[in-house]
């Protein structure tokens, strides 16, 4: 099996800095993509941030140029530098990752719990 655990969320002033962190743990053979999504309330779970295993970052338009998806692969972790946030940001973010798990040699779809990240003054 694999866990997925998320930290890193809470309280934080407009347009201030959180950094979220993901660490994966289990029988894995190798992760493939790793990704942020969130979800606020009465939206659909939507994606923030996903990176390759080759480091290749995509984000959502609304978070371009604020934050920041990075991965240690050698950790199996995922991090997310989420700068200049606003109430907009305000939302569950979950990690996500695709990973090749013992006894299998593709790859499967992997959640977090969800960490909260409140945006307010």
């Known amino acids: 099996q694999v866990q997925l655990v998320e930290s890193g969320g809470g309280l934080v002033q407009p347009g201030g800095s959180l950094r979220l962190s993901c660490a994966a743990s289990g029988s894995i053979r190798s992760i493939n993509a790793m990704a942020w999504y969130r979800q606020a309330p009465g939206k659909e779970r939507e994606l923030v941030a996903r990176?390759?295993?080759?480091?290749?970052?995509n984000y959502a338009f609304s978070v371009k140029g604020r934050f920041t998806i990075s991965r240690d692969n050698a950790k199996n972790t995922v991090d997310l530098q989420m700068n200049s946030l606003s109430p907009e940001d305000m939302a569950v973010y979950y990690c996500?990752?695709?990973?090749?798990?013992?006894?299998?040699?593709?790859?499967?779809?992997?959640w977090g719990k969800g960490t909260l990240v409140t945006v307010s003054s």
């Open positions: 996500y990752a695709a990973v090749v798990a013992a006894p299998y040699y593709y790859d499967n779809h992997y």
């Open positions: 990176i390759s295993r080759g480091g290749d970052t």
